[in-house]
Nanobody, 126 residues
Framework: QVQLVESGGGSVQAGGPLRLSCAGS????????MGWFRQVPGKEREGVAS???????TYADSAKGRFTIPKDNAKNTLYLQMNNLKPEDTAMYYC????????????????????WGKGTLVTISS
């Protein structure tokens, strides 16, 4: 009954902003470590950003200074605000939640996440 549904993906030009949303149901997102991950064909899924229940955030080096991971607890929704997008940001983006401990979530390890959305595609053109 736990569902994570991403939205907001699309095609944008390099340098532009885009905000992704992750709506949760049957699960209170603020009580868990949450993260955004991305994947391109032929490559391993990589962590982009995470935010724990105490609001501690972690960003991948590729995201630092460009992306933020805010959330709206009242709406039970997680966001990924992406700015100054680059062609290498093109990927399928997934929202994920850690059911138990948050150690691996804080380290942006996909294997530590327990629930996943189906993804939303982001394409950046130059």
């Amino acid at each position: 009954q736990v569902q994570l549904v991403e939205s907001g993906g699309g095609s944008v030009q390099a340098g532009g902003p885009l905000r992704l949303s992750c709506a949760g149901s049957g699960y209170t997102l603020s009580r868990h470590c949450m993260g955004w991950f991305r994947q391109v064909p032929g490559k391993e899924r990589e962590g982009v950003a995470s935010i724990d229940s105490d609001d501690t955030t972690t960003y991948a080096d590729s995201a630092k200074g460009r992306f933020t991971i805010p959330k709206d607890n009242a709406k039970n929704t997680l966001y990924l605000q992406m700015n100054n997008l680059k062609p290498e940001d093109t990927a399928m983006y997934y929202c994920a939640a850690a059911d138990g401990g948050s150690l691996f979530c804080r380290r942006l390890r996909a294997g530590g996440m327990d629930y996943w959305g189906k993804g939303t595609l982001v394409t950046i053109s130059s």
